[in-house]
């Protein structure tokens, strides 16, 4: 998953970056909301790791509500401090998929990555499910459409086999005949 981390502290940017660089992710940091803004314009992320509380026009709530008018898919967690829990919880409100207490535990975090990952992992498989039964339908629509369109070819040519068999202005064996090189044209 690549994912995003927007913090206005540098000592807590480095951290991030090396320990979930360290779990094999792909991580960007931004220094404020701003930036954030900027890369979520440029770079497809599936996760937003974003503080509540960061200097200038965009915070955490707003680079929340950013990320997900950029795509529902990406997901949001939240860093709070212990007495902005409240404002965590209306963040969760507003679309984030969690929130962590300062000081982050790391634990908790890759717990959480992980579901992410897993339920990222789900939703796609359910939609290549999808994507391959809607080729499926589709194919078992054209060929119930072949299969009806032979029927009634093959309707049509009994019909007249049987016009041709009980012609009663011929005889037996010219009405065989003539049934025959009808079969044989066909």
Do not use: C, W
Request: no cysteine; aromatic share 4%.
């Amino acid at each position: 998953m690549t994912i995003l981390v927007a913090d206005d502290d540098p000592v807590i940017r480095k951290l991030f970056k090396k320990r979930i660089s360290d779990e094999g992710y792909e991580v960007t940091v931004a220094a404020d909301g701003a930036e954030a803004a900027r890369l979520l314009d440029a770079i497809p992320f599936d996760v937003v790791i974003t503080d509540l509380v960061m200097p200038g026009e965009i915070g955490g709530i707003e680079l929340l509500k950013i990320a997900k008018e950029k795509s529902a898919d990406i997901e949001v967690i939240v860093i709070t401090a212990h007495s902005s829990v409240d404002t965590a919880v209306d963040a969760m409100k507003k679309g984030a998929v969690d929130y962590l207490e300062k000081p982050v535990n790391f634990d908790e975090l890759f717990l959480r990555l992980e579901k992410i990952s897993e339920v990222k992992a789900l939703m796609k498989n359910a939609g290549d499910l999808r994507e391959a039964m809607d080729v499926t339908e589709s194919s078992a629509a054209q060929t119930i459409q072949n299969l009806e369109i032979i029927n009634s070819n093959l309707l049509m040519q009994l019909e007249r086999l049987e016009e041709i068999l009980s012609d009663s202005h011929q005889d037996e064996f010219s009405r065989i005949e003539q049934a025959l090189q009808f079969l044989e044209s066909r």
